[in-house]
């Protein structure tokens, strides 16, 4: 039996699949900004993208863990379907004088606003 826990083990074997998630994007958020693939290799989204994954997979509690290739890509699905339920982040509310914001994902990849959206702070009725 090894002395690495299954966490790390899982970690360690799971490299972050940029494309199949930027894909799973454009099937759930056909409406929203589509990601430019040929600028993607070297941003901060990118870095922020396996950030996201590494987070997931080193989780031991919450709602963003997982342990395989399969349950990450379930697991990022479930999320975006979680943001089209919120009007706020699919651009359904304004305010006056103001452009509704419109969800993409360099935006939902940062740290913070990750966080928010998995604390269900865009949805109408969620604690703030």
Partial sequence: M???SPTTTAAAKVDCPHAE???IWHKVMPELATVQLARWPGSKSEANLRNRWREGLAARTGWWRFE???QG???FTELLETCRDSEFLMG???QA???PFRLDLHWLLKRDNFDKV???RYH???AA
């Fill in 2 to 4: 090894s002395s690495a």
């Fill in 21 to 23: 998630l930027i894909g």
């Fill in 68 to 70: 395989t290739h399969e």
């Fill in 73 to 75: 890509l379930a697991k």
């Fill in 92 to 94: 359904k509310t304004s």
């Fill in 97 to 99: 004088g103001r452009q």
């Fill in 118 to 120: 998995l604390n269900n």
């Fill in 124 to 126: 109408q009725g969620a």
